[in-house]
């Protein structure tokens, strides 16, 4: 295995780019970063990533740094591609919470590519992706409000496909210790509801709430 990944180091540094940009160039693929080509070459960095759920390890490296010579069937294929995405979406993960990734992921929030929050007393603050598992396939990409300190779905439902362990739990933290400029003030303002102008009472609120349980319980049981 290690063979296989060190032979034609060389030749693969110069054309790792052209896989790494067919996969940015597509639609739901706007939060990744590329990754540099060095990083991917280095098997300490890789490291672990085989025994992942990857399961055409060897080929899956070979096509996502342009390597991959074999003429494979167009069944082999799809599982090949489809290992290749998961590859590098792992190596992402590692990636991305280096000072080089954090770097490339600060060019993107300062533009706001990862969107903004959906709380409108957040006024619009620019969210960071997060993954709420670190092991692939579990749960899908999500969104970071360093603002309000919650996470929400994305708005493009191409972004719901994205793995979240392919940013995992780590990174909008750790870019915010990071660049600890991008953390902005805790917001205080919460929504009061009002009737006419007027705050609702909170005695009014328990006993609605008490009238809810009590329909509840008398709601016949499923046998």
């Not at 590692?94 to 969107?115: C, N, P, W, Y």
């Not at 598992?133 to 929400?152: A, F, M, Q, T």
């Not at 328990?206 to 349980?213: K, P, V």
């Amino acid at each position: 295995m290690e063979e296989e990944l060190s032979g034609g180091s060389s030749d693969s540094a110069e054309s790792t780019a052209y896989w790494i940009e067919w996969f940015q160039s597509l639609k739901g693929n706007e939060f990744y970063c590329d990754i540099d080509e060095d990083y991917i070459l280095d098997r300490f960095n890789l490291t672990g990533l085989q025994t992942e759920a990857v399961s055409q390890y060897a080929l899956a490296f070979d096509l996502i740094t342009d390597g991959l010579e074999e003429d494979l069937d167009d069944a082999m294929r799809v599982e090949v591609e489809k290992s290749a995405r998961a590859l590098y979406g792992l190596i992402h993960a590692r990636f991305v919470i280096t000072a080089r990734g954090l770097s490339k992921m600060q060019d993107k929030f300062r533009h706001a590519e990862f969107g903004r929050c959906p709380r409108v007393l957040c006024d619009n603050q620019p969210v960071l992706p997060v993954g709420l598992s670190d092991s692939p396939g579990v749960k899908c990409i999500k969104l970071y409000c360093p603002r309000c300190e919650d996470v929400y779905s994305p708005v493009s439902r191409r972004h719901m496909a994205v793995d979240g362990a392919h940013f995992g739990t780590t990174f909008p933290h750790l870019f915010l210790l990071a660049y600890p400029s991008h953390q902005p003030v805790k917001t205080t303002k919460q929504y009061v509801p009002k009737i006419f102008g007027f705050k609702i009472h909170q005695a009014a609120k328990e006993q609605r709430q008490q009238e809810l349980i009590r329909e509840a319980q008398r709601q016949p049981k499923p046998e």
